[in-house]
């Protein structure tokens, strides 16, 4: 790859891009179904209808003329929403332990190749989020998993949630980049998909133990993109980053 | 100072609290001033003279009633202004020249205490910039000057500039604390005054270089803040954050 063709800002999702957040709240979620009397709901299946309910969330959140919310916000509606579907009322909990459960999501880990692979390409690039995340969020949970971002920008920055192009295009222009000078680092797809079309550049990141070594939801989107690799240090490789001191 | 008093997050000043910026930009513009055939303009009065302006187009931003508009932007303006005031037309200029000027204020050299000062209080509150420059403009300085910032907030997150309410407030807002549980951390009396009438704690920082040894422009602010420190190492040692291993 020719050196001209490298972007000026490397910009991330983060749930399932940089963070295993399956195994996170799934661990944190057995915890709390136990202490609510629920250890018969498998913890892990309870964490993936929290998740679909996310990303159906985010895909129509502009059609619903909704008022930016954040998401601290929505993943706690989001966790009534499931626990009603399993039969229990979020009425009948306290707040304060409904409050800690929905920050499980601040406080996810690193896949293990997340920290040494971020601190390389940060000595090259600007690394910055690009997450739907908000700043509170993605502020607990760099300094839980040890991210060195940049700066924290994304969908509260920009008041778009992703796929909605001003995501993209508000982070470029916030950057003081063009689109294509800004480079998406993601895990799915389609939030690729929806980068390039804002003439983003765009790198993927394979992270098949996101859903436990099922197939990515959005497989069918998938196009040649300007940069693959299987970690954020083999993206460092690709991207010419020298090896740690 | 008992630890319940302690705040929960640091949020910083920048521009002469963590770093200096008229020996940078004086240093700068001796070369600009020369480049264009002005070397026998001062460059340090030149400089204090963009600061100057800055100064005062901040005070009265909000009352001008014109849209937010970012400090990399205004900065390009306060420097067309003040070349007039020299007698420079900035049209007889390349733009590429004004720009690389403009951008003098991305590469500002930190205080000696700076860099070591942040990476402890780092350790043990989130610290975050809540400066009028852009995150543009922050994050480019943040590269230059090693500053390891968990968050890039502030001016252009909010859409206010201080002293405006609002930039205090919705940068406590953005961060999910009370007032009460932010403290701004500043060598000027008078944001710091504007922060605790938002109710926010506050850290006077004493910069006498700031402006050569001359007495701070806002001495009459001056209040007795809840902590007071002559560097950000002191400020370290004042809220008990260990030294570095």
Redesign the interface.
Known sequence: MAVAGLPKVLAFDVFGTVVDWRTSVARESTTFLQRIGRADIDAVRFTDKWRYRYLDVMKRYRETGRDFTVL?VLHREMLDETLRHEGVDPADLAPALLQDWTFAWRRLAPWPDSVAGLTRLKTRF?I?TLSNG???L??AL??HAGLP?????GA??TQAYKPDPEAYLGTAR???VAPGELCLVAAHHSDLAAARACGLRTAYIARPDEYGGRRTADEEAAQEWDWSADSLVALADELGCPPAA
Chains 1, 2 share one sequence.
């Open positions: 601290d600007p910055v908000n700043i509170a993605m502020l760099a300094r971002w940049d700066a924290i920008l509260e920055v916030i950057l003081g």
